[in-house]
Every structure is written in structure tokens, then in C-alpha cells.
């Protein structure tokens, strides 16, 4: 079989999905684009001949190419789909794509910022306005303690003098730490540091002034409502555009920045696992990466033998 046997059938098959299953001509572009990369590899060879070894070829030639996974993944997904079609059309043993994987999305290591400009970002004190307080306390607790926006914002404040309230999250200010409630229900207890306990303690000065339907919530908005998770991304990232940074700040940079600067200085990632409620080690081992970059820089930076 010749190459433009095969493009006549990859012809056939678009013409098909065009006819049939009326597809978008941009989809049908990207599918055409696809096959006609599966006939240039098969040149004369028949594409009914290819075998999953050679399928397997044709994608690791694409990954040593620097193609990124997202785009071999739908390669072979429009592959499999035309030799599913082929089938019903020559004798073929089996569709050569099944059981070939895309290789692993690399996974993106979480940002973190440097020291000083995390402790620039929420020790700025701005106005003395409840709305203000209540985002600088909200703001240092987070790179405090490492909290999950979501276990912020359900914190209370508890009243140990009433046995009727219990609370599955809350602030213990004379303890300087917080009982948080994260996922799957795992309760954990984190220290909360000095310069978060004092603008907790500014904040909790004017919190009872808003205090109406939900007198136990720890941070309530102007409403007098239990702040939500969306106002604290939207207040965060007006803070960070206000001080001037120019990255995308939202809450969990914050607590990947905790993360990160605790492992810098301890290298006890068992004690960042806690902290962090993380069920398991391999989901706080991203930040080894995260510290082996910053230790990486200082080596390029400060070593003899590094500098060019």
C-alpha cells in the first residue's frame, strides 16, 4: 500500500465525522493535523500494518521533542479513534493505540514568595478601619500557620464559658495556636507566632462592633457575616496589587510560602507535614523541590566554584 493509499483513508475517516458526526472544523483541523503525522510515519508501510510497538515509537519520538503531554494525549486519543474506524474496514489483529499512555503531566511546583516579600505582604497595617484589621489579621494567619483558606474561614471563637457551644475550629489565643478542622475531617492544632497574635488581638478589639447574625465566627465581613473563601481571595489579591507585586497572590501561596520557609529553616519535614495536615509525606515532599531551589540559587550565587 502506497502513502496516498493511506491518506485516502484518513480522508475517508474525516469525511465520515464530518458527514456523521458533524464536527466543528476546528476539531476536524486538529484531527487531520494528527492523522497526517501517523501517515508520515508509516510512509509506504500500510497504517493497518502498525503494530502498539510502533505506535509507543511514534510517541516517544514526540516526548524527546519537548511535546508537551496534554498534546500527545490527544494525538493518541484521535489515533485510537481512527483505528477503531479502520477496523471496520480492513483486517486488522488489534487498534495499536490501546494500552499506549501519554507520559505524565510534569507536575508544577507551587509558588511560593521569598521571605521578605511575604512578611512585607502581610505586615503592612494600612488603616485602622475594621475592614483592615480584619485583613491583616486574616493575612497573617495564613502565613502563620499555613492554614487552607477554607479552615480560615470556619474558625470561631470559642466560648469556653458556655458548655453548651462546641466548635470543631477555633482560635485558643492564650494557647497561641488553632484547633483546625481540614480535610477528611482530620483535626489538627498549629501555633500561631507572635506578630498574627497581635493583629488578631487588634482585630478582635473591633470585632464585637459586627457581631449580629453569627456571634461565633472568628472573621465576619462589613455584613456581619462569617467571612466566605471568595472574599479572601478577592481581598488578598487587592492587597498584593496595592503593595505593588506583580505575581497572582492568592491565600495557598501563602501557605505554600509557610511551608517552604519552615522547611528552609528546620529541614523537618515530618513537622511541616503536621502542621500542613497532610495525610501523607509524599504530598509535603513537593516542597523539598521547592527548598533544593532555593539552596540551588545560593550555591550559583556564593560558591567559587559556580561563578563563570
Same mark, same amino acid.
Given at each position: 500500500?502506497?502513502?496516498?493509499?493511506?491518506?485516502?483513508?484518513?480522508?475517508?475517516?474525516?469525511? *465520515?465525522?464530518?458527514?456523521?458526526?458533524? &464536527?466543528?472544523?476546528?476539531?476536524? $483541523?486538529?484531527? !487531520?493535523?494528527? #492523522? =497526517?503525522?501517523? +501517515?508520515?510515519?508509516?510512509?509506504?508501510?500500510?497504517?493497518?500494518?502498525?503494530?502498539?510497538?510502533?505506535?509507543?515509537?511514534?510517541?516517544?519520538?514526540?516526548?524527546?521533542?519537548?511535546?508537551?503531554?496534554?498534546?500527545?494525549?490527544?494525538?493518541?486519543?484521535?489515533?485510537?479513534?481512527?483505528?477503531?474506524?479502520?477496523?471496520?474496514?480492513?483486517?486488522?489483529?488489534?487498534?495499536?493505540?490501546?494500552?499506549?499512555?501519554?507520559?505524565?503531566?510534569?507536575?508544577?511546583?507551587?509558588?511560593?514568595? *521569598?521571605?521578605?516579600?511575604?512578611?512585607? &505582604?502581610?505586615?503592612?497595617?494600612? $488603616?485602622?478601619? !475594621?475592614?483592615? #484589621? =480584619?485583613?491583616? +489579621?486574616?493575612?497573617?494567619?495564613?502565613?502563620?500557620?499555613?492554614?487552607?483558606?477554607?479552615?480560615?474561614?470556619?474558625?470561631?471563637?470559642?466560648?469556653?464559658?458556655?458548655?453548651?457551644?462546641?466548635?470543631?475550629?477555633?482560635?485558643?489565643?492564650?494557647?497561641?495556636?488553632?484547633?483546625?478542622?481540614?480535610?477528611?475531617?482530620?483535626?489538627?492544632?498549629?501555633?500561631?507566632?507572635?506578630?498574627?497574635?497581635?493583629?488578631?488581638?487588634?482585630?478582635?478589639?473591633?470585632?464585637?462592633?459586627?457581631?449580629?447574625?453569627?456571634?461565633?465566627?472568628?472573621?465576619?465581613?462589613?455584613?456581619?457575616?462569617?467571612?466566605?473563601?471568595?472574599?479572601?481571595?478577592?481581598?488578598?489579591?487587592?492587597?498584593?496589587?496595592?503593595?505593588?507585586?506583580?505575581?497572582?497572590?492568592?491565600?495557598?501561596?501563602?501557605?505554600?510560602?509557610?511551608?517552604?520557609?519552615?522547611?528552609?529553616?528546620?529541614?523537618?519535614?515530618?513537622?511541616?507535614?503536621?502542621?500542613?495536615?497532610?495525610?501523607?509525606?509524599?504530598?509535603?515532599?513537593?516542597?523539598?523541590?521547592?527548598?533544593?531551589?532555593?539552596?540551588?540559587?545560593?550555591?550559583?550565587?556564593?560558591?567559587?566554584?559556580?561563578?563563570?
Amino acid at each position: 500500500m502506497s502513502s496516498s493509499d493511506n491518506l485516502q483513508q484518513v480522508h475517508t475517516y474525516l469525511e *465520515g465525522l464530518r458527514t456523521q458526526r458533524q &464536527l466543528s472544523p476546528n476539531t476536524l $483541523s486538529s484531527y !487531520a493535523l494528527d #492523522l =497526517a503525522e501517523l +501517515a508520515e510515519f508509516a510512509q509506504e508501510r500500510a497504517l493497518s500494518s502498525l503494530s502498539y510497538f510502533d505506535v509507543r515509537q511514534l510517541t516517544s519520538q514526540l516526548h524527546a521533542k519537548q511535546l508537551n503531554p496534554r498534546s500527545i494525549a490527544r494525538k493518541l486519543s484521535s489515533w485510537r479513534g481512527f483505528f477503531a474506524w479502520l477496523i471496520q474496514q480492513v483486517e486488522m489483529p488489534a487498534n495499536p493505540v490501546e494500552g499506549v499512555k501519554a507520559p505524565k503531566k510534569s507536575k508544577s511546583l507551587p509558588k511560593a514568595l *521569598g521571605t521578605d516579600d511575604a512578611v512585607h &505582604l502581610v505586615a503592612h497595617h494600612g $488603616s485602622d478601619q !475594621a475592614s483592615a #484589621l =480584619a485583613d491583616r +489579621a486574616m493575612f497573617e494567619l495564613l502565613y502563620s500557620s499555613g492554614l487552607r483558606v477554607s479552615e480560615l474561614v470556619a474558625l470561631d471563637v470559642r466560648d469556653f464559658s458556655n458548655s453548651q457551644y462546641t466548635s470543631l475550629a477555633w482560635l485558643d489565643h492564650a494557647q497561641a495556636e488553632v484547633h483546625v478542622t481540614g480535610k477528611g475531617n482530620k483535626q489538627r492544632i498549629v501555633p500561631v507566632g507572635k506578630p498574627a497574635l497581635a493583629a488578631l488581638q487588634d482585630w478582635l478589639a473591633v470585632r464585637p462592633s459586627l457581631v449580629k447574625l453569627e456571634p461565633h465566627a472568628l472573621f465576619l465581613n462589613e455584613r456581619g457575616t462569617r467571612m466566605s473563601v471568595r472574599s479572601v481571595q478577592l481581598r488578598l489579591k487587592a492587597h498584593a496589587r496595592m503593595m505593588g507585586s506583580t505575581s497572582d497572590v492568592h491565600p495557598h501561596v501563602l501557605r505554600h510560602s509557610f511551608a517552604t520557609h519552615v522547611l528552609q529553616s528546620s529541614g523537618d519535614l515530618r513537622a511541616v507535614q503536621e502542621m500542613l495536615g497532610h495525610s501523607s509525606i509524599a504530598a509535603t515532599q513537593v516542597y523539598t523541590a521547592l527548598d533544593f531551589q532555593h539552596l540551588a540559587k545560593v550555591y550559583d550565587a556564593t560558591h567559587p566554584r559556580a561563578k563563570k
